[in-house]
């Protein structure tokens, strides 16, 4: 450390004291003055550092660094010539320019700070949410907007994974992908509902840091409106967020003449100012009807309306409401949401899922392993079920394997050559799935659904136990009939499909219950085939562990050798609650896990959980981690309460007390959906 003297406690001296003060490295020994009352000596006595009247006696006293700021010549020279020869001696103009500078510094600082300050005033006081990742997924900010939309408290949210604050965030794909999403529809836990951008971030270096998503309520322009009661105040709280907004805004008067619109609304329908301000409400309709006079008509307001608008006759999704000040109807408010972009990115994926359904789904009866009497026995029902074209109704436990039969009975029939569509039937609400299945149609608009695209294919219906009434209704026509209608369609349209279903519900239960048509069953019975659980054919054990190694080593460019003696006979002992999904999961976690230098998978590789309920009791086995004993755990409870729920995911959530995504999820993690 350094020791520095000032002569010299004027205001310089002084500036110079404090400035010294805050440094870990330079220690003021003392300040020189004659004038006792200085500032830079009164504040040297408050803070207990010494004063001195005169400097002479000070220089013995091991100081480094002497700084002469009285400004006296004759003051500089005497200390020239009688200072220490390891002493430095700074002239009172260097140590002024200093001051000058560190001042300049603070000044800088003052500025920068006064901008954080503003900054953050305008981050939290904007009306749309904002919410931003680092690149593992931790939230690094969130502001006051998207603390009041999503419930969630901004300290609660700061520090935590985006997957605890919003559960459907996307923000984590758009990391990986890197690709920019706007308008994407979203509703949130707290029942909020939103239209999000989403964006990557991406440093001066090309490299990805995070992701930040900026959303608003829908609802907030159309709910304005109806709750302000000044036309004056509804049009400037509006034009803070017109300005900003990427959905089209427009507004009339109560006679449906234009008064104002946002930048969006030109960029959408093409149409200026001068175009539409003081012009009917129609200007802008390309193809239906305007909502702004519909709305002028009944003073009711409108939502979800789709139209065609502008030059470009680009397709919108409209929501109109009225505005009423006093009980007299003043005009009408409109957002307007561009799909043209979102419906051919649908088209887009659509066309991706059917390709890669083509290219995946492309499994045979050389598929299934197993030698046993009672897998050989399921195959050969599945083979004749190929040759004939027979609704077959595939029973069964969860991960036991029915859907490799669905795969291996469309390959060997007539249809191989067309179309496999798997759907969940137990994944989607009742009118999302009907709309999947049959499509639909809307403002005279019809839109293809499943059975569309799997025309002279197969449909795998899997987990049919969960349908409701009304659907298996509507899939038993398709079944006496070959025939559908779509929903809010009245047409019959034909249709020459395969169904395959498939269900882990004890189905007969479920008709005795009234909660499985006796009728719809009997149609899906046609050709029953019982595929057996892992642990009624455990011969089978050691050719799938063997034909799943050969999988897993060109998925993992390994080259492991086999599996040994006493490690088999510890998957044989396992029960396999989980299936063939568990015995896969259960391999490929070992694979992971092991050396570079190893060949074969002993005993020792296994997770704990297998050798702690596969060995002797009585033997002194080592446990897992606290971590595999409680995922092993929660995969014995969520396999149990599958169980008592006769599979029926709904039911299991709701006894478990969890959401139906979490429980998804949680079967996903242990490969048991």
């Known amino acids: ?70 400004g006296k010549k004759e003051v500089f020279e005497e200390l020239l010539s009688n200072r220490p020869a390891t002493a430095v001696l700074i002239p009172g103009e260097i140590a002024n320019l200093i001051v000058t500078l560190l001042n300049e510094k603070n000044r800088y600082i003052q500025i920068l700070n006064n901008k954080k300050m503003i900054q953050e005033l305008i981050f939290n006081s904007i009306e749309e949410g904002m919410v931003g990742i680092n690149d593992k997924g931790i939230v690094n900010f969130f502001n006051k907007s998207a603390s009041k939309m999503t419930e969630v408290a901004v300290e609660d949210a700061i520090g935590k994974h985006v997957y605890e604050v919003i559960s459907q965030s996307e923000l984590p794909r758009i990391f990986e992908t890197g690709c920019t999403e706007t308008n994407k529809e979203l509703i949130l836990e707290s029942g909020t509902k939103i239209v999000t951008s989403r964006y990557p971030m991406i440093n001066d270096e090309g490299k990805k840091i995070g992701a930040f998503a900026v959303f608003k309520d829908i609802s907030e322009v159309v709910r304005l409106a109806e709750e302000i009661t000044n036309l004056t105040e509804i049009q400037t709280m509006l034009q803070a967020i017109i300005q900003s907004s990427e959905d089209a805004i427009s507004v009339v008067d109560e006679e449906g003449k234009g008064i104002l619109i946002n930048p969006a609304y030109s960029r959408i329908t093409g149409l200026s100012e001068e175009e539409v301000i003081g012009k009917p409400a129609t200007a802008d309709i390309s193809e239906g009807e305007s909502m702004h006079l519909k709305v002028l008509q009944t003073r009711k307001a409108i939502r979800g309306v789709n139209l065609r608008v502008g030059q470009q006759r680009k397709d919108v999704i409209v929501n109109v409401a009225p505005i009423i000040v006093n ?24 066309h991706a899922r059917t390709r890669i359904r083509n290219l995946e789904f492309n499994f045979s009866f050389e598929d299934i392993i197993g030698k046993s009497e009672q897998i050989q026995f399921a195959v050969e029902q599945a083979k004749l079920a190929a040759s004939v074209p027979v609704t077959v109704l595939l029973r069964g436990e969860v991960g036991s394997g029915k859907e ?76 006496r009939e070959n025939a559908f209608v779509r929903i809010g369609g009245t047409n019959s349209i034909p249709v020459d499909v395969r169904i395959i279903a498939a269900s882990y519900f004890n189905l007969e239960k479920l008709m005795r219950e009234g909660t499985f048509r006796e009728d719809f069953y009997f149609q899906l019975n046609r050709m029953p085939i019982h595929v057996p659980a892992l642990r009624e054919r455990k011969q089978d054990i050691s050719l799938i562990a063997n034909h799943l190694l050969v999988k897993l080593n060109k998925e993992f460019g390994r080259n492991i050798e086999g599996f040994s003696k006493t490690a088999m006979e510890s998957l044989l002992l396992y029960d396999w609650p989980g299936n063939l999904r568990e015995l896969e999961n259960i391999i490929s976690r070992t694979m992971i896990f092991l050396e570079a230098q190893d060949r074969m998978i002993e005993e020792h590789h296994l997770p704990k959980s297998i050798l702690s309920i596969s060995g002797d009791e009585s033997e002194d086995v080592q446990i897992g981690t606290l971590a595999e004993q409680m995922d092993e755990m929660e995969k014995k409870v969520l396999l149990n309460a599958l169980r008592v729920c006769s599979g029926n995911k709904s039911q299991t959530a709701k006894k478990l007390n969890i959401s139906l995504r979490t429980l998804y999820y949680k079967l996903e993690k242990y490969n048991l959906d």
């Open 1 to 70: 450390m350094q020791n520095i003297l000032i002569i010299g406690a004027g205001k310089g001296g002084y500036a110079l004291l404090r400035l010294f003060e805050q440094t870990d490295y330079l220690q003021v020994k003392g300040i020189v003055d004659i004038d006792g009352n200085a500032p830079g000596m009164l504040y040297a006595k408050e803070n207990h550092i010494h004063t001195y009247s005169d400097w002479k006696p000070v220089l013995d006293e091991n100081i480094q660094i002497i700084i002469e700021v009285t």
């Open 327 to 350: 009980d007299r109807l003043k005009g009408s408010v409109g957002v307007i949401h561009d799909m043209t972009e979102m419906r051919s990115l649908m088209k887009e994926l659509d």
């Open 404 to 479: 490799l039969f669905a795969h291996a009975i469309h390959s060997a029939s007539n249809r191989k050559d067309n179309n496999f569509i798997r759907v969940n039937c137990s994944s989607q609400e009742e009118h999302l799935l009907e709309r999947e299945l049959f499509g639909y149609e809307k403002d005279g608009t019809s839109y293809s659904g499943l059975f569309d695209e799997v025309n002279k294919g197969t449909i795998f219906l899997d987990e049919v136990g969960e349908l409701t009434i009304k659907t298996q209704a509507k899939l038993l026509r398709v079944l």
